[in-house]
């Protein structure tokens, strides 16, 4: 089994796609998860997922909150399993906000990402990463980073 968390309105095929039910959002139309669930409810047994997918969805974890998931995670995980994180660039954004010649639709664009939406309670940014600090963070609950990839 392979689990998207946190879907939103991204569904991906061959996954259990999982997200909060649509009470929940305030700006999502309708849901395309397999399961409406709260995350941090979520339990599986030991070594029985392949594979765990987060998109935009790490950063808005307090620190605690985040590392007991990362404990949850790598201990569902199989031996082979894999933890796929994409967040925001802590780094990137600011470069883009302090910049002087960067427009202000660019600079409200890094703003959200830097801090959420704030349109819903969860959808506030807690901590900001980038890839060394995120590579840090999983590698401390047992993770190895295999590959790094910057998107835009």
């Not at 620190?63 to 933890?83: D, I, Q």
């Not at 901590?127 to 980073?145: A, H, I, Q, R, S």
């Amino acid at each position: 089994m392979k689990l998207h968390l946190g879907c939103g309105q991204r569904y991906l095929k061959g996954y259990l796609n999982i997200d909060f039910p649509s009470s929940k959002h305030t700006v999502q139309p309708k849901s395309v998860a397999d399961r409406c669930d709260d995350i941090f409810s979520l339990n599986y047994p030991i070594e029985s997922i392949y594979e765990v997918r987060l998109h935009h969805v790490f950063e808005h974890f307090t620190r605690p909150v985040a590392c007991a998931l990362l404990t949850n995670w790598y201990s569902w995980l199989k031996p082979a399993g894999k933890l796929h994180i994409e967040v925001p660039n802590f780094y990137k954004i600011s470069r883009i906000i302090l910049n002087p010649f960067s427009s202000f639709n660019k600079k409200a664009i890094a703003e959200r990402h830097l801090f959420g939406s704030h349109e819903a309670s969860w959808a506030v940014h807690c901590e900001g990463y980038t890839p060394d600090t995120l590579k840090k963070v999983v590698e401390n609950f047992g993770f190895k980073t295999i590959k790094i990839k910057k998107n835009s």
